[in-house]
């Protein structure tokens, strides 16, 4: 950061565009957290060993922990806070039902995890779960009920995708992996944040 | 008329007036109120509008072991309401919401349930007792032909019902009764039940609120340096680099090391790596893991402090026709809750507030106020979620708020303290490392006759207001779980050297418990195995004075199929052990590859913790103490080498993932007796349970933690 300034940046986050002062290689976690106020994305570990930091770019899960801002210019940024009601609403029902949580800390990072998995994978086994879970820690240990959630979720979006089997819904493509961000709140495309 | 009359005789209407009239006493600290001003508060407990809303304001910290839901289930149980219309919300600090028993706010022991169990229910009754009055007195009836259900008071012979909202402002006038009658258990229509929890949707949409996510207008965000070596201090330091980095505005040295203050975390961070210090190191420069275990081992060998002596022990080991012993070791270990240590300071010339996730209200306001140069009164703290207490947040010394509330005073602004993961890892107060020294002396049949353990380590409460002086002053934290050991054996000596050395130590989910199961459950089944008698019989013979411990040692034990054949590799062990009031018995199953990898496939758990409130907590709080313990006992060290500790962050001190949890099953016993603890007693027996399946799938006994895997694979 030696004689390095804030430049303006645009960044696209939970489908709304933002323009901030910020240093080029500020981890996108820390941008999210103070800069936007976005506080559901966590800080655990600042080396991408534990998952708390877990978010969409472009569709895929990334520790936002070790990614500078300047890299996902222009890409779709997606906090827990702006997923889509298709994966929020399965998820955070499997959640409840299972009474997953302990201290809640580490599932933000869990659920946008999962989310990745599942609009990549919507039938996904163990061995599957364990590979796409593997770098989200929870010190609570709620691994058993976050393993039956996932499977419960599953089945949950099975059921919406494919609620009569052969149905011209059920075997659209477009429709399988499902997006996982939505214009949560405030039009698509809306006018320009300055922060 | 006292204050305690006053409060007693009438359940003020009004927001915050109730609170306010305890504060008044105190201070002039206004609460604040954004309330509707037309809400009944009987008590410190509930707060009631006009809208049907039950708000259940709750005395203890939410880390996880689910007070948030269990606590207003007692309230809810007498009051009669509709559980989807409570809501919670964190207590201030304030005498009314000292624990029962300690008369300091504080969560720990895990105690919350037991310690509140009848004042929160007789808070709930007092309340239903006067909407039920206000109801009658409306109606012109008398209290008894009323009846109170989900919300609503109802005269059956009528059909006439009115809900507690339209009660709560007739109620407020009413005299908050003298006595009241709780139900009988047999009548229990929320306690017992596995009601789900009311925090999983904010902490699963990103709107719960952590002490790192708290923020106040104008906060600038501090990360201090500290010393590197525990007792270090700052010689000299150099922040002309730290000033140089943008957005630094601060850089000031206090009592526990050097603090950089920006506007955002990541300036302080670049701030902080800029910073030259020269370090005093100190009086504990020379600390390594090597040399402590080696002063350990010599001083185990030599009679310390008697915490229990039971007949003649040296008299019958040396008629024992056998003799065992045994040197087993546990490390220091770091809490490493998944959220860090923050804490957000407001000071004010005439007040303090303060947004953390704290374990100890009382402590941390007091320890507040007088870095501040205020009176207690004057300091709030504001408790919101903990992302993990595990003990840490209970910080006698008030560690990470004092630090906060140094730098706030130094700046003259709002700051957020952070730690990072390697500021948290390194910061002290640790579980202490042990070494014990076991042995038994064993009759003609193989009968224990004589016992002796001495434990080496440092005590936790010295130092703290909680230790008393003397030169046997023993800390029952060092013992527990080894002096009072439940088996049948007459000649028992319990002695303990307690160390003095540099390392802050501190409380740890299930405290000395953590390491005693771990050598008493280990060491028993070595007993066991050397005199061929099947591990479980074993302990089941010798338990026959303890029906409670037998029973939960049998159930796990018919739950796990004990004794029916494993495939070759695989491992049953068994241990079984009391602590906070609560029989647990854990039944792993291991399996250990020719190559040495080690596998925890199953864990059965029973537990015996008395009356059942939630019995959803009470089996996650299993499986999180099970998963704690296991980690601890995998991959769980830390270790010093030249003052410094080498551990720092998750790739040195390892957390089990998913992929490594066993399937832990859970079996609860139904019970009359009154309610114990569940948070922590999950911890103690799972790393003895492993070990003892790790000497039945390999014969490797396993004395030292963290388990050492090379070994295993050396068979």
Redesign the interface.
């Known amino acids: 950061m030696k004689g390095q300034s804030p430049k303006v940046l645009r960044l696209k986050v939970n489908r709304r565009a933002y323009r901030m002062a910020v240093f080029p290689d500020t981890p996108l976690l820390w941008v999210l957290r103070q800069n936007l106020g976005l506080t559901g994305t966590k800080y655990g570990c600042g080396m991408s060993l534990c998952g708390a930091c877990t978010v969409h770019v472009n569709g895929e899960a990334v520790r936002s922990c070790v990614t500078p801002v300047s890299s996902v210019i222009g890409m779709e940024i997606v906090t827990i806070e702006g997923l889509s009601k298709q994966f929020s609403q399965p998820l955070q029902k499997a959640w409840i039902d299972h009474d997953v949580v302990q201290c809640g800390y580490c599932h933000p990072g869990q659920i946008l995890s999962t989310a990745a998995l599942l609009a990549k994978n919507p039938t996904p086994n163990d061995s599957d779960i364990d590979r796409a879970m593997s770098g989200n820690i929870c010190r609570c240990g709620t691994y058993q009920r976050i393993r039956r959630a996932i499977h419960y979720a599953a089945e949950i979006m099975a059921e919406r995708v494919n609620p009569v089997r052969n149905s011209s819904r059920a075997l659209n493509p477009a429709l399988r992996g499902g997006k996982l961000s939505e214009p949560e709140a405030g039009p698509e495309g809306a006018a320009e944040h300055d922060f | 008329m006292s204050r305690r009359d006053f409060i007693k005789k009438s359940g003020i209407l009004g927001g915050g007036l109730v609170v306010g009239v305890f504060l008044s006493q105190q201070g002039s600290l206004s609460m604040g109120s954004t309330r509707s001003r037309k809400s009944f508060m009987p008590n410190a407990f509930i707060r009631m509008g006009v809208d049907d809303s039950v708000t259940i304001i709750v005395n203890k910290s939410?880390?996880?072991?689910?007070v948030y839901t269990s606590l207003p289930m007692l309230v809810a149980e007498e009051l009669e309401v509709d559980w989807s219309k409570v809501r919670v919300e964190a207590a201030p600090v304030n005498p009314a919401y000292n624990h029962t028993v300690w008369k300091s706010q504080a969560t720990g022991g895990s105690t919350s349930v037991w310690s509140e169990f009848d004042r929160l229910r007789e808070a709930g009754a007092t309340a239903r007792e006067m909407l039920i009055s206000a109801a009658a007195e409306i109606w012109k009836i008398h209290p008894s032909n009323c009846r109170a259900e989900k919300g609503f008071v109802i005269h059956d012979a009528t059909k006439r019902r009115l809900s507690y909202g339209q009660l709560v402002e007739k109620a407020a006038q009413r005299k908050v009764p003298e006595s009241i009658s709780l139900k009988q258990p047999k009548d229990f229509k929320i306690i017992g039940r596995?009601m789900?929890?009311l925090?999983?949707?904010?902490?699963?949409?990103?709107?719960?609120?952590?002490g790192?996510?708290a923020?106040v207008p104008g906060m600038l965000?501090a990360l201090v340096a500290h010393p590197p070596v525990f007792g270090g201090e700052v010689k000299h330091f150099n922040a002309e680099k730290t000033k140089a980095?943008?957005g630094v505005r601060e850089v000031i040295q206090i009592e526990s090391g050097v603090a950089v203050v920006a506007d955002?975390?990541?300036?302080a961070q670049?701030g902080r790596e800029a910073l030259e210090i020269v370090w005093d190191e100190g009086p504990n420069a020379d600390l390594s893991t090597s040399n402590l275990r080696e002063q350990y081992a010599n001083l185990g060998k030599t009679p310390g402090v008697i915490a229990r002596k039971d007949g003649d022990p040296s008299e019958a080991f040396n008629r024992a026709t056998k003799q065992i012993s045994a040197e087993y070791e546990v490390p220091y270990l770091a809490h490493?809750?998944?959220?860090?240590l923050n804490c957000v300071v407001d000071l004010r010339h005439d007040r303090c507030d303060i947004w953390t996730g704290t374990q100890s209200q009382t402590m941390d306001r007091d320890a507040a106020a007088r870095v501040a140069g205020l009176k207690p009164e004057q300091v709030q703290i504001h408790t919101l979620?903990?992302?993990?207490?595990f003990g840490r947040r209970a910080n006698p010394q008030s560690d990470f708020v004092v630090e906060a509330v140094r730098v706030a005073k130094a700046v003259k602004k709002p700051i957020q303290l952070?730690w990072?993961?390697e500021d948290d890892m390194r910061a002290g107060y640790y579980r202490p490392m042990w070494y014990d020294r076991i042995a038994a002396g064993l009759d003609s049949k193989g009968n224990p006759i004589a016992w002796r353990h001495t434990i080496v380590g440092q005590s936790i409460l010295e130092g703290t207001p909680f230790a008393q002086t003397g030169r046997d002053w023993i800390d029952e934290t060092s013992v527990e779980g080894a002096k009072e050991i439940p088996y049948d054996i007459p000649n028992i000596l319990v002695d303990l050297h307690t160390t003095r050395i540099g390392v802050p130590v501190q409380w740890w989910r299930s405290v000395g418990h953590s390491h005693t199961a771990f050598v008493v459950e280990s060491f028993m089944d070595e007993i066991a195995h050397a005199t061929r008698k099947d591990p479980y019989e074993f302990r089941r013979k010798l338990l026959a004075k303890h029906p409670r411990q037998r029973g939960v040692l049998e159930l796990a034990a018919q739950k796990a199929g004990w004794g029916k054949p494993l495939p070759a590799g695989y491992g049953r062990g068994i241990a079984v052990h009391k602590s906070f009031e609560s029989f647990i018995a854990q039944v792993a199953e291991v399996s250990v590859a020719p190559s040495g990898e080690l596998r925890v496939h199953r864990v059965v758990c029973s537990i015996d913790c008395g009356r059942v409130v939630n019995p959803?907590t009470i089996a996650?709080q299993m499986?999180?103490?099970?998963?704690?313990g296991l980690t601890a006992a995998l991959y769980g060290v830390i270790t010093l080498k030249n003052g410094r500790v080498e551990q720092s962050?998750?790739?040195d001190y390892r957390?089990?993932?998913?992929?490594e949890?066993p399937?832990?099953e859970v079996y609860i016993v139904q019970s009359e007796e009154k309610p114990g603890g569940v948070g922590e007693p999950g911890v103690p027996p799972i790393a003895p349970a492993v070990c003892n399946a790790i000497f039945a799938a390999t014969g490797k006994r396993i004395r030292r933690l963290p388990i050492p895997i090379e070994e295993l694979k050396k068979l």
């Open positions: 939410e880390m996880g072991q689910g596995s789900k929890r925090d999983t949707l904010e902490k699963t949409n990103g709107k719960a609120i952590f790192i996510n923020k965000t980095v943008p955002s975390f990541w300036s670049l490493a809750t998944m959220e860090p979620f903990l992302g993990g207490g952070i990072t993961r959803e996650a499986e999180s103490g099970i998963v704690f962050n998750f790739h957390m089990l993932g998913i992929q949890m399937k832990v």
